[in-house]
């Protein structure tokens, strides 16, 4: 026993800090992506995987083409790199517990990367305040009030690229720092490439390289002249070490513009996130921006002020008077670099990063305001000392407070629920009526407990024993361990948090996103019974769309929010009157997987790009009539060129005068989905027909209680809860 405890104590407070809080944000991550730029860098990661391509396949929301008419992300390539090697897991993991869709594990798997990267920045930013001095319970209380009590806590559980953004920001702070107290040219090399790595992965954020640039000069000037070097000397020392921080800047600046001329055919088209050239692209929204209203949003709005949403930064600005007395050239550096970051935001007319929880484009600063709060901690007296422990403990508690609401709530669902932006007042109501969005805590109907994954307790396991030994590192002061107990340590904490997700989550998964779809389902009686039907009712075509576990019931309360319009019943003699069913694929009844009694089912395999269909017999319909089409639609893995669909025709009863109206088009993955569409037939119309299958793809595609209704127009209009 006391072997392994003098063992244990050999563990550095870095392994504690990493594993901690990767646990932690192991507890809140989504596992999957909702957002449209998000979604295209993970496409780029896995056709880079799939196919050694940079292609993707064009979706609904976004189809940028280039080079030989195909379509590419818009986006750096940055944080597609990174993602690609989590893909790959995915990929392995998905041959032992295959999935319906293969993209749920995939995502899950990629869903890990920003964790990790969170949980290195927290390590990071320790390691940042021991470089300059801080104690190691200073340099502690930093790094784990950032980890939990600021922005960074519920951007460790998205896909976006900010916790990225902000590891290798306060990387290049760390290393120039590293180099300006050991001037070792290996630390430029380093410095360079964090700031080079940044421009790949967003190239406005490049604007850190002149800001570094300049400081590695004063840095070389300074130090050769208290080394009392001749002005030539210095100046051939000056030009060596430029060239030693800016050749991996401009390698990755140079692989940059040719992954966007593989794509466009030129240089510098998507080199900011657009097709166009970056440079107009920037002056245009400098003119469409509104810098004072941004600022005052930024700063000191309900919605989102970076102090509200990361309270122990409001210490930045008292702190950096302090630590510019110990430290200008630091100050200055530290100082210029969070003003240009707050500039290139003011200076966009999205400031406010649309719906995302709070101050989305700040997020990559906030370890910049933490840094030099840790000279609060070190003052002379002792009095002032617990002063300024108090406060900050207060600000972080109250930060914690905050991050609950965007650790455990979707910022999506504020816009795809009530179409509001994503705020805490808002993210507050969902939460207390049930909308959590979470892999291990669910709610269950019929029960007025959460459902609780297994997997929870091994993670609060882990956070407990590394967060009491983190304790005992700060009792002693200990900053630092050995290399082989902390390396252990590390690899026996991940393998066990890996048996367990394995286990619970990755095996079943399935059976988890069910339980997701579940709280969707409770959460939308809880806001039914509270009177808000239009929420309730999008909620029950979630948790339908996510495969609830409790179909009839979403579907009866969706019959009754979303009813069919009053009118005459026009029969459908048969769906089969005509088809086209290539060898290879299927179109068949399907009773098993249903939702109104009797449903058919299109089928074609994986790689399969074909055209399977089917068309009704002739519907006898009247002119200048309004009718309206009703049914349910299901898609799983649809994921060629093409799409799923439905749709109807019509004529004059002699193949002249005709139209067709879509209906539904479906790719991707959906579960039960209702459909009302209301037309009016032409003035020669006579019959219609209605149309459905794959076009140009493969994968499953189900319609179910097909109905059509003649629409009587005398009666009283039907309501909905909302639009």
């Known amino acids: 026993m006391k072997s392994l405890l003098a063992w244990a104590k050999q563990i550095s407070p870095n392994a504690l800090l990493l594993v901690f809080f990767f646990a932690l944000y192991l507890f809140t991550m989504s596992g999957s992506i909702r957002f449209g730029d998000e979604s295209e860098k993970y496409r780029v990661a896995q056709s880079i995987v799939e196919r050694g391509d940079l292609a993707i396949r064009p979706t609904v929301m976004r189809s940028n083409i280039g080079v030989g008419g195909r379509s590419y992300s818009s986006y750096e390539l940055g944080q597609t790199l990174l993602e690609v090697p989590f893909y790959l897991i995915g990929k392995i993991a998905l041959r032992f517990f295959p999935t319906p869709d293969p993209n749920w594990l995939t995502e899950l798997f990629v869903g890990l990367l920003n964790p990790l990267i969170t949980a290195l920045t927290v390590v990071l930013l320790f390691q940042t305040g021991r470089l300059l001095g801080y104690r190691t319970r200073t340099a502690l209380a930093l790094a784990g009030a950032f980890g939990f009590a600021t922005i960074a806590f519920p951007y460790s559980r998205s896909f976006t690229r900010e916790p990225l953004l902000s590891l290798l920001i306060l990387f290049s702070i760390y290393a120039v720092f590293q180099f300006e107290q050991s001037y070792k040219a290996r630390w430029l090399l ?70 966007a001329f593989a794509r466009y055919s030129s240089p510098v088209a998507g080199l900011g996130g657009i097709k166009t050239d970056p440079a107009s692209w920037v002056w245009m929204l400098i003119g469409l921006s509104e810098p004072l209203t941004a600022t005052w949003g930024l700063l000191f709005s309900a919605d989102k002020s970076l102090w509200l949403y990361s309270p122990p930064t409001i210490l930045f600005g008292i702190a950096l008077v302090y630590w510019w007395r110990q430290s200008p050239r630091q100050t200055a550096l530290l100082l210029v670099l969070v003003l240009v970051e707050f500039l290139s935001v003011i200076l966009r007319p999205d400031w406010d990063g649309g719906t995302w929880w709070g101050p989305r484009y700040l997020v990559q600063i906030t370890p910049l305001l933490m840094l030099p709060i840790g000279i609060l901690f070190e003052s002379a007296t002792r009095r002032a000392r617990a002063i300024w422990i108090s406060v900050f403990g207060g600000l972080s508690a109250m ?126 009686g809880n806001f039914l019974a509270a009177g808000n039907q239009c929420v309730a009712m999008r909620l029950y075509l979630d948790a339908l769309d996510q495969n609830t576990t409790d179909q009839p019931q979403a579907a009866n309360q969706i019959a009754v929010l979303l009813p069919r319009a009053a009118g005459k019943d026009i029969p459908i003699d048969g769906l089969r009157g005509w088809e086209n069913i290539p060898a290879g694929t299927l179109v068949t009844d399907d009773n098993v997987t249903s939702i109104a009694g009797a449903a058919m089912r299109f089928s074609a395999p994986q790689g399969m790009d074909t055209d399977v269909s089917v068309a009704s017999r002739p519907i006898g319909v009247k002119p200048n009539q309004t009718y309206e089409l009703s049914g349910w639609t299901r898609g799983l893995a649809l994921y060629g060129t093409g799409y799923a669909s439905l749709a109807l025709y019509e004529d004059n009863g002699n193949w002249g005068a005709s139209r067709t109206t879509p209906i539904v088009g479906l790719e991707e993955t959906s579960g039960w989905q209702p459909f009302h569409v209301r037309f009016t037939t032409l003035p020669t119309s006579r019959r219609v027909f209605i149309n459905a299958g794959l076009y140009r793809t493969f994968g499953t595609f189900w319609i179910d209680g097909i109905q059509l209704i003649q629409v009587d127009l005398n009666a009283p209009p039907v309501v909905t809860p909302c639009k």
Do not use: C
């Open 399 to 524: 930060g914690l407070g905050v991050q609950i609401f965007g650790a455990f709530t979707n910022e999506r669902d504020a816009l795809d629920l009530a179409g509001q932006m994503s705020t805490l007042t808002v993210q507050f109501n969902y939460l207390s009526h049930g909308v959590v969005d979470s892999l291990l805590i669910n709610w269950a109907p019929g029960s007025s407990l959460p459902q609780v994954n297994p997997f929870t307790f091994v993670l609060l396991g882990v956070l407990g024993l590394s967060g009491a030994m983190l304790i005992g590192r700060s009792t002693r002061n200990q900053a630092t361990g050995a290399v082989w107990p902390s390396a252990l340590f590390v690899l026996f904490m991940g393998f066990v948090q890996a048996v367990g997700l394995i286990v619970w989550i990755v095996a079943p998964y399935p059976q988890v996103l069910a339980a997701k779809a579940n709280t969707r389902l409770v959460a939308a």
């Open 190 to 259: 380093v410095t360079g490439s964090a700031t080079g790595y940044l421009a790949f992965s967003k190239l406005i954020h490049g604007v850190v390289i002149p800001i570094l640039l300049v400081y590695i000069v004063w840095v070389i000037v300074q130090t050769q002249r208290r080394a009392g070097i001749k002005p030539r000397a210095i100046g051939l020392a000056v030009l060596r070490g430029l060239v030693v921080f800016l050749l991996p800047a401009i390698l990755f600046l140079v692989a940059q513009s040719v992954y």
